[in-house]
């Protein structure tokens, strides 16, 4: 028998097989649901953006127009005091594709001088936490999860199926190799689930524009996504040719399933808790309550020299030559003092977080699946760096504020309509 | 039927493979129990040297004046429960901290999932993971196999020449499948009992043991349906598919979905809104009228009369904090509405997502199993109220102390930490009947098509 007949053979079978056509209907609904979910958490997020860019759009106009009516120009201090700053991170164009960590972070962030990036307004959104725990049927989690049990419905009767009605021979004499026949009938569905989620992940690109802008990741998705299936379909493979009987051979693959799917990933999951117990950041909170009292309490001279290890440059500036601070710059030199204790706070957890990453990357060469899924959260934009980044910017706009806004106070600035466009460019102010 | 299921038993136990699963599933749950508990006692002394930590910043500090202390505030630390070790619920994605101070309440930081890359979509190996995922899919194919390798061998006809009726021997099979999965439920029971000897109270041992059968109810549930589709369906590949499609339904799929369209039915607030509306309400007044101003010129007015005098000066305490007292409880007014409001919200969900147990034995057996191990949704709202209430008793506290003056460091001192009093579980039994409901109407409703099936179908 022709081997491409055999593919023919299989293609027919499929069509024929109430069940299995069932079951691959049932995840073509799951796959479009999952996209529909993506693209409504994603709609959602850019609506709260575009709302809280609403909101700080009209505040910079009023700004702007109080510009108009002004003969003097106002002082820096205080023009930057109504810059309504805020941090934001817009989801991917490929975000429907896969929320990953997206549920455990917040998205948008208002900027204050008393701001750090482990504020409570950096936790998720608001939802239902045993909702979180179950988690989104995503994309990714398809792909990932149920894909596997998918191609197990699909092809744990190969072979075994004729092995249990003992008529394995009677193929062995019609196709001359087991192996291959067996290597085709497998291929099929192997290609037909490659080919249907290589066309989930295209036409969402499409639908998204981002065909070209993200060609990159999407070419690195289809690769990532292409060669994991090829993983477990290698397995499987290797499972009906060394099984008999397709009980044994649906059991066996629902071990292995279990065994990348649920039990490595939860055993590296809990020995990285016990390795790396969840903290309390007692630095972080230390920084943020009894360091921040203590600076409260400080002289003003104090306040003065502790502000110069923060900005040393800002010995050059003009009210510098008193060698004291003007009570009116107190409370910004008392932000941005806090603002550098609770850098050095924050950078200790995120070093302890870095280890624990480190530790689950360790674990990539036996725990595939944590891999894959943290491959593919990152061309996404939704995994724990794209956060920890996103932390980086939201702190970057905060030093930059508080340089303004001392740096600017201390040389006794005066704030045009153009010095306050360019202070509005600076703190990342978008007005699109 | 006794000698039935003894044979059954027999069979069972001279079958290598599965000789060598039960003895590795005992194993695993073994370890598991036990890595649960040190990781979860590891947990403990972290938070416990956390809250000590604070503790003696709060007694060193120098306390200004008591209003002062009131923004220096506190922090309230979500405990880990002693059944934390068996199923950790929701507390992976929840903070575990709260920061306690005047004018505002706050929610839960720092929560694990988001200190850290994603390891597990399906939580840790803790004995739940085992218990809800792993254990069940082993009887699954268990069941399946023993009534119809019994089948397809022809042993199932000579048993009823021997005598037998169908419905002894599926029973006999349901019967000795269900006992291995209690088996390796004592197994965990058992451990949690021997490590937590010195924890172990009334209200814990009562936990266990609705744990323990809730999850029994479910194992024979899961290994009827196994049996009764095997029985029905005269395919066994059809009745393996159906069978793992049902399970991932069931676990997997229905889940994840019925959590999402719940929250389409009930959505929340996002966090801008909530928090502009409660902005607004603080600054505005809670019907909208009453300015802050005017409120406190009506207080000045109030305290004035009540202590006779006419002036500020002349009053015999300090109205600061007075006025702080009535800010803060105004706050409170503003904080019962939206937080109340959401809360309730959540709990609506929660419910709506129970009545989800009718189509999915495996919801009401997770809500059953966090909620016995107190780490469900409700447990940590108990939490957040009592947290609350702890805050709000201790900011009066303070503005009480500025109002009547006189304190000293005796009196920061004497301030009590907040302690989080873990529900009795009676209390809150009313929260999941729905779920026990369901998980009893689901194991008779199957045990009834599996009797009246066993008697319909001819084994020709």
Redesign the interface.
């Known amino acids: 028998m022709r081997f491409s007949n055999v593919f023919l053979f299989e293609f027919n079978h499929f069509k024929r097989s109430r069940?299995k056509l069932i079951?691959y209907l049932?995840f073509l609904f799951?796959c479009i649901?999952s996209i529909y979910?993506g693209f409504d958490l994603q709609h959602?997020q850019f609506n709260?953006i575009d709302?809280?860019q609403l909101d700080q759009k009209k505040q910079v106009m009023q700004v702007s127009n109080f510009f108009l009516n002004l003969s003097i120009e106002p002082d820096a201090i205080d023009i930057l005091g109504y810059i309504p700053t805020y941090g934001i991170k817009k989801p991917s164009p490929l975000f429907p594709l896969g929320i990953?960590?997206a549920e455990?972070?917040?998205y948008?962030k208002k900027i204050t001088t008393w701001s750090s990036t482990?504020d409570?307004?950096m936790?998720?959104?608001?939802?239902?936490?045993?909702?979180?725990?179950?988690?989104?049927?995503d994309f990714s989690?398809l792909v990932?999860?149920?894909l596997p049990?998918l191609l197990?419905?699909f092809t744990?009767?190969i072979r075994g199926?004729e092995q249990?009605a003992r008529f394995e021979k009677l193929i062995a004499i019609q196709c001359g190799s087991i192996r291959k026949w067996v290597f085709i009938r497998f291929l099929f569905y192997l290609l037909l689930l490659i080919l249907t989620v290589i066309g989930f992940v295209i036409a969402v690109s499409i639908m998204n524009n981002a065909i070209i802008d993200y060609m990159g990741e999407i070419s690195s998705l289809i690769l990532l996504l292409s060669s994991y299936i090829v993983f477990f379909g290698l397995i499987f493979y290797l499972i009906i040719l060394k099984s008999h009987g397709?009980?044994t051979i649906?059991?066996k693959m629902?071990s292995v399933w279990?065994l990348f799917?649920?039990?490595i990933?939860?055993?590296?999951?809990?020995i990285?808790?016990?390795v790396?117990?969840?903290?309390?950041?007692?630095d972080y909170?230390?920084a943020n309550?009894?360091e921040t009292?203590e600076v409260f309490?400080l002289p003003n001279d104090s306040l003065y020299f502790k502000l110069l290890d923060v900005y040393p440059d800002l010995e050059q500036t003009q009210y510098a030559q008193n060698n004291s601070i003007n009570q009116k710059f107190v409370r910004n030199a008392i932000s941005a003092i806090v603002n550098d204790m609770n850098k050095r706070a924050i950078s200790k957890i995120e070093d302890?977080?870095e280890e624990?990453?480190q530790f689950?990357?360790a674990s990539y060469w036996f725990n595939p699946v944590?891999f894959i899924?943290?491959k593919w959260?990152s061309y996404i934009s939704t995994?724990?760096?794209a956060?920890r980044d996103y932390r980086i910017e939201i702190q970057a706009i905060l030093d930059k504020k508080l340089e303004l806004l001392n740096f600017e106070a201390w040389n006794d600035k005066t704030v045009s309509k153009l010095t306050y466009e360019t202070y509005l460019k600076d703190l990342k102010v978008s007005l699109d | 039927m006794k000698y039935l299921l003894i044979n059954q038993w027999k069979g069972l136990f001279r079958n290598r493979l599965f000789m060598i699963l039960f003895s590795v599933f005992t194993i695993t749950l073994l370890l598991t129990t036990y890595l649960g508990i040190i990781q979860n006692e590891t947990q403990i002394a972290a938070q416990q040297e956390a809250q000590e930590h604070i503790r003696e910043q709060w007694d060193e500090m120098n306390h200004g004046n008591p209003h002062q202390s009131a923004h220096f505030g506190s922090y309230a630390f979500k405990p880990s429960t002693v059944l934390n070790s068996i199923d950790e619920g929701i507390n992976s994605v929840t903070g575990n901290v709260i920061r306690l101070e005047g004018h505002r309440q706050n929610d839960v930081m720092f929560s694990e999932a988001s200190q850290s890359l994603l390891v597990s979509k399906f939580g840790k190996l803790k004995p739940s993971l085992l218990l809800q995922f792993i254990i069940p899919l082993f009887l699954i194919f268990l069941s399946f196999s023993s009534y119809t390798q019994e089948r397809d061998t022809g042993r199932l006809k000579l048993l009823i020449i021997q005598g037998a009726s169908l419905k002894q021997v599926i029973f006999s099979k349901i019967i000795s499948i269900w006992l291995i999965g209690l088996f390796l439920l004592l197994v965990t029971t058992l451990i949690q009992l021997v490590f937590n000897m010195n924890q172990l109270d009334v209200d814990t041992f009562l936990r266990l043991i609705l744990l323990l059968l809730s999850y029994s109810i479910y194992y024979l549930v899961l290994i009827n349906i196994t049996i009764l589709l095997s029985l029905l369906l005269r395919s066994s590949t059809a009745a393996l598919s159906l069978t793992i499609v049902i399970w991932v339904l069931w676990v997997v799929f229905l889940p994840k979905m019925i959590g999402n369209t719940v929250e389409k039915i009930e959505p929340l607030p996002t966090r801008v809104a909530f928090q502009k509306q409660m902005d607004i309400d603080r600054s505005q007044g809670i019907d909208g009228h009453n300015p802050s101003d005017q409120r406190q010129e009506e207080l000045l007015k109030k305290t004035l009369t009540q202590y006779g005098v006419d002036s500020i000066e002349e009053l015999p305490v300090n109205f600061r904090g007075i006025l702080m007292q009535a800010d803060e409880e105004y706050g409170n007014s503003v904080w019962d509405k939206h937080f109340g409001s959401l809360y309730l919200q959540l709990q609506k969900q929660k419910n709506i997502y129970q009545l989800s147990g009718i189509i999915n034995p495996f919801a009401s057996l997770q809500s059953l199993s966090m909620g016995t191990a107190g780490t469900d949704m409700f447990h940590h709202l108990s939490f957040l109220s009592q947290a609350e209430s702890y805050r709000r008793e201790l900011i009066k506290e303070l503005n009480y102390k500025w109002r009547d003056g006189n304190w000293d460091k005796a009196f920061f001192k004497s301030i009590k930490d907040f302690e989080y009093k873990l529900p009795n579980f009676l209390e809150f039994a009313n929260k999941y009947l729905l779920d026990t409901l369901f998980l009893l109407l689901w194991s008779c409703m199957l045990l009834f098509l599996t009797k009246y099936s066993s008697e319909k179908t001819s084994i020709t």
């Not at chain 1, 936790?123 to 049927?137: D, K, M, Q, Y």
């Not at chain 1, 990933?265 to 809990?270: A, F, K, N």
């Not at chain 1, 790396?276 to 007692?282: A, D, K, R």
Request: with cysteine; glycine share 4%.
């Open positions: 069940s079951t049932i799951a649901y979910s959602k709260t709302n809280i990953g960590q455990q972070y917040g948008y482990y409570n307004d936790v998720e959104e608001l939802a239902n936490p045993e909702r979180l725990v179950n988690g989104n049927i989690f990932i999860f149920l049990i197990i419905i744990y009767n199926y249990d397709s009980s649906a059991f629902m279990l799917c649920i039990i990933p939860g055993s590296v999951h809990q990285a808790s016990m790396y117990p969840v903290h309390y950041m007692t909170l230390d309550r009894k009292y309490d302890k977080n624990k990453n689950v990357r944590s899924q943290n959260n995994d724990y760096y956060y």
